[in-house]
Structure formats: C-alpha cells, structure tokens
C-alpha cells in the first residue's frame, strides 16, 4: 500500500519559517519526481515546486521562489520543502506528491501518489 505521510505543518507569524516533510512507503520511487503542491482557501491547487531523483534539478513556483527550497533523501523516500520568509499568502494545505515521470512537471495529472496534506497558516 502507497502511503505519504506530511508533517511539520503549523500556525507560524510572518516572515517565520516551517520545514515540511513527506515520507514516501509501500514502492520504491526511484527514479521519480517528487513535488509539493497547496490549495489555499477558495483557490484551486497549484504546483509549489519539485525535484528529480537525483536532487540535481529542480522547478519553482514564481512566487516562492528564493524562500521556499525542496530536497529529497532518496534513499529514505522522502521530500523536504523548507520555507522561508512566509507569508500570509502562503496559507494553504500541503501536499506532496509522486510523479509518474522522471522529468519535473507542474500539472497535477503528472503526478500518481498524494498525501493527505498538512496545514499551513501564517498570520500577519
């Protein structure tokens, strides 16, 4: 049974910073991308960032880009997306996902696993 498990979600101020992680199980990924998507309230879900297997690339939403960085240990099947500088607009249910390629892509339909989410909210 495929299970992805987020933690580190929370209630933070702006400017704070959280640590995500999703813990992959149940099949191997090797060789996948890994991603994070959020939807946030009355917003449809969008692509935050993602990365290939090997950790050498990775793909950015604009508006989080040079706050929020994603890493993987693969070798433990988990994604990382470490968040800085947040703000208020940042609030969102999280959610890692795994895709069915091996090439970093930003539509929901690339990707095959998802976790239930973790809460983020920061406050202003």
């Known amino acids: 049974q495929v299970q992805l498990v987020e933690s580190g979600g929370g209630l933070v101020q702006a400017g704070d910073s959280l640590r995500l992680s999703c813990a992959a199980s149940?099949?191997?990924?090797?060789?996948?991308?890994m991603g994070w998507f959020r939807q946030g309230p009355g917003k449809e879900r969008e692509f935050v960032a993602g990365i290939n297997w090997s950790g050498s690339s990775t793909n950015y939403l604009d508006s989080v880009k040079g706050r929020f960085t994603i890493s993987r240990d693969s070798a433990k099947n988990t994604v990382y997306l470490q968040m800085n500088s947040l703000k208020p607009e940042d609030t969102a249910v999280y959610y890692c996902?795994?895709?069915?390629?091996?090439?970093?892509?930003?539509?929901?339909?690339?990707?095959?696993?998802w976790g239930q989410g973790t809460q983020v909210t920061v406050s202003s």
């Open positions: 996902a795994v895709s069915r390629w091996a090439i970093i892509s930003s539509r929901e339909t690339s990707y095959a696993y």
């Open positions: 149940g099949v191997s990924f090797s060789g996948f991308v």
